[in-house]
């Protein structure tokens, strides 16, 4: 198991692994088959609903909702990020990260479980519990900052732990909290989207699955939809695998093949926004129009020391809150290098005031920015212009 902490910073920089080649390296090779002469590099995308399976109905191909041999390729380019150098790791792809996340908990949990959920993370959490909740299924939340969901976890089956928190960028101690639930003997899964594999590797720090959107920085061109499941546990990664293929919460074989090509530039990417996005909590953080600007690699951000034990990057998202809604509706129009959208991690930058969705626990004034490949004095230029429009 390596540690992260003994491996330096890697924000701006590619880590490299004691035991192995670094994260570009590993990014453009991750997936791919042994070369084949006169076959592309990464094989296209196959399109079948089902497959030639002539006499005995024997895997691995057989029909088009159980295996596809391009999620194939994605699955294994995924188990080598998260999960360098472990060969007995499973992954599984959904349809996005939803399907991924239903996927573990509807696997895992019973009627009379009891599941602690984080009262801060994605918003469609709160859907999640009611209908666990349906199912007869106990749940308990508390929020992700200051280790809270410890304090809950007594008689829990499962524990989900989202960190960073999306959108509030709490950082919760992941290995902490494995040890207690496992003492207990419940399962750990975390929520990797804000982090990705090359931000954070939860199966090292002890979770039992390590689940996420890949919709977001991991693809990073906000055009697909994509969900993943990383885990070890036969058992476990066996009903999860049930669940798919019951529920049927399968990616296009498209969306499959843009993903892994996608991911070839996952470290480019993750540096170049990653960076940025230090440069610009830093220039924010000099406005005094800016209260509560949040980033986990401020060295004085709340979340910092416990992130720079975990994590070997801090994400692309900033977040803070301008004095009113009129406030940052003013700033987010005035933008004109970042886009006006949910989601974040894509390539271009994009922002929006995240209490217009009413589920999140936020101010009106609070704004979500997801930092992109831009070149960055154009960006925190852009930034700054429009801070002054919406104050002036
Ligand atoms: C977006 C997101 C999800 C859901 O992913 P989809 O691909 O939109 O289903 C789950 N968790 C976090 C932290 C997210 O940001």
């Known amino acids: ?15 490299r692994p004691a035991d192995g080649p670094g994260d570009g390296t590993r990014a453009v090779r991750a997936g791919l088959p042994e070369p084949v002469k ?23 191909y057989t029909y088009g909702r159980d295996e596809n041999p391009t999620w194939t390729h994605l699955e294994r380019a995924i188990g080598e990020l998260e999960a360098p150098g472990q060969d007995d790791v499973e992954t599984l792809v959904f349809a996005s990260g939803m399907a991924a996340i239903s996927s573990v908990l509807f696997s895992q949990l019973r009627a009379g479980d009891t599941a602690v959920l984080p009262d801060d993370g994605y918003q469609a959490l709160p859907l999640v519990r009611a209908q666990l909740e349906a199912y007869g299924i ?18 829990a089956k499962l524990l989900w732990i989202e960190t960073p928190s999306n959108p509030g960028l709490d950082v919760c101690d992941v290995r902490r909290l494995v040890a207690a639930a496992h003492a207990r003997g419940a399962l750990v899964a975390v929520d990797n989207t804000l982090a990705t594999p090359f931000g954070q590797r939860p199966l090292e720090l002890g979770a039992d699955f390590s689940v996420a959107s890949g919709t977001k920085q991991l693809t990073g061109h906000g055009d697909v939809l994509l969900g993943y499941v990383v885990g070890h546990d036969t058992t476990a990664m066996t009903a999860v695998r049930r669940w798919r293929k019951i529920v049927g919460a399968i990616p296009g074989p498209m969306e499959a093949w843009l993903a892994h090509r996608s991911i070839a530039t ?14 610009v909590a830093e220039t924010l953080r000099r406005r005094p129009e ?17 992130a720079s ?20 509706d003013r700033f987010l129009d005035a933008l004109r290098l970042v886009e006006g959208a949910t989601s974040f991690g894509g390539v271009r930058s994009t922002a929006e005031r995240r209490g ?15 930092v992109g490949a831009e070149d960055p004095d154009d960006l925190v230029a852009d930034l700054l212009r429009a801070l002054d429009v919406a104050g002036g």
């Open 266 to 279: 996952l470290q480019l990417r993750v540096d170049r926004q990653d960076t940025t996005a230090l440069k």
């Open 138 to 155: 106990k749940v308990r939340t508390a929020p992700t900052g200051g280790n809270a969901q410890l304090d809950v976890l007594e008689g």
């Open 290 to 306: 800016i209260t509560g600007l949040r980033y986990p690699g401020l060295p004085d951000d709340p979340s910092h020391e416990i």
């Open 356 to 370: 217009r969705w009413g589920g999140d626990a936020v101010p009106e004034g609070f704004v979500r920015l997801s």
């Open 1 to 15: 198991m390596s540690d992260p902490a003994t491996n330096g910073k890697a924000v701006g920089g590619s880590k």
């Open 38 to 60: 006169h076959e592309p590099t990464l094989p296209g995308p196959v399109f079948a609903a089902h497959f030639h399976l002539p006499g005995d109905p024997t895997g691995p």
């Open 309 to 328: 034990r975990q994590m070997l990057r801090y994400g692309c998202v900033v977040s803070f809150t301008l004095p009113s809604r009129a406030h940052a």
